[in-house]
């Protein structure tokens, strides 16, 4: 079955970084497009990039300047590089394979002021 682990979450103060990774099993990584979600406490989950297998990005205007979205398709991994965050950050971040609809379990980011 496909899984999607995440890891790289934690707490860090504003304007610290951060780096995501979620790593694929279970399907054809190389020809899926991948993204982060994120979901914060009373509000609802939103996009926050994507990346198509072909390498091509696109970032939630929350996220332009400061994230970075990346793929090995060697290791079956997408990364999300967070830098200079803030605290409305906060959220569980969430990796999704668009073909397929799968998701991963979520990884709480908590960024302090």
């Known amino acids: 079955q496909v899984q999607l682990v995440e890891s790289g979450g934690g707490l860090v103060q504003a304007g610290g970084s951060l780096r995501l990774s979620c790593a694929a099993s279970?399907?054809?990584?190389?020809?899926?497009?991948m993204a982060w979600f994120r979901k914060a406490p009373g509000k609802q989950r939103e996009l926050v990039a994507t990346?198509?297998?072909?390498?091509?990005?696109n970032y939630a205007d929350s996220a332009k300047g400061r994230f970075t979205i990346s793929r090995d398709n060697d290791k079956n991994t997408v990364y999300l590089q967070m830098n200079s965050l803030k605290p409305e950050d906060t959220a569980v971040y969430y990796c999704?394979?668009?073909?397929?609809?799968?998701w991963g379990q979520g990884t709480q980011v908590t960024v302090s002021s």
């Open positions: 999704h394979a668009i073909y397929g609809a799968y």
């Open positions: 279970g399907m054809i990584f190389s020809i899926n497009a």
């Open positions: 990346i198509s297998r072909s390498g091509n990005t």
